[in-house]
């Protein structure tokens, strides 16, 4: 198991250290308002554990890459916007605007969105 990163912001928020306004969590995932909403649903999920992109979780082949799909679906159906319909992000890198390099899902929703995204 990845071992937790010391000057990692979701790592903190994992272990009490950094505050959060948590909606779920399951045994190795943690789902949490995003403290600066792009729309009235804005839950991040993320795996306890840290890696830093979905891509770098997904080469673990661990099916706790399903349970943050799963959960971030959850989160949708508790907030009332599943069937409304919702939008999963997964920044990687830069050019993306990745700037917490621990893997976490984007669940945003609650309004009409467009696409393609800026
Ligand atoms: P990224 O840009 O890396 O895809 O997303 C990082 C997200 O973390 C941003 O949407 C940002 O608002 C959110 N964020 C940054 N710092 C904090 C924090 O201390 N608490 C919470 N709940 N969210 C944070
Ligand atoms: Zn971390």
Redesign the pocket.
């Known amino acids: 198991m990845p071992e937790k990163v010391p000057d990692c912001?979701f790592c903190k928020?994992v272990t009490g250290e950094?505050p959060?306004t948590v909606v779920r969590a399951t045994e190795r995932t943690l789902a949490?308002?995003?403290?600066?909403p792009q729309a009235p649903t804005h839950v991040?999920v993320i795996p306890k554990e840290h890696y830093a992109n979905a891509a770098e979780l997904a080469s673990a082949a661990d099916a706790l890459v399903s349970e943050v799909l799963l959960e971030a679906h959850a989160v949708a159906v508790d907030d009332g916007i599943a069937e409304a319909g919702y939008r999963l992000v997964f920044?990687t890198g830069p050019n993306a605007?990745?700037?917490?390099d621990h893997m976490?899902c984007?669940v945003i929703g609650g309004r009409q969105m467009h696409w393609p995204p800026g």
């Not at 949490?32 to 600066?36: H, L, S, V």
């Not at 605007?97 to 917490?100: A, F, K, L, R, S």
Request: cysteine-free.
């Open positions: 912001l928020i950094v959060a949490f308002r995003d403290i600066n991040l920044n605007g990745q700037t917490v976490h984007h």
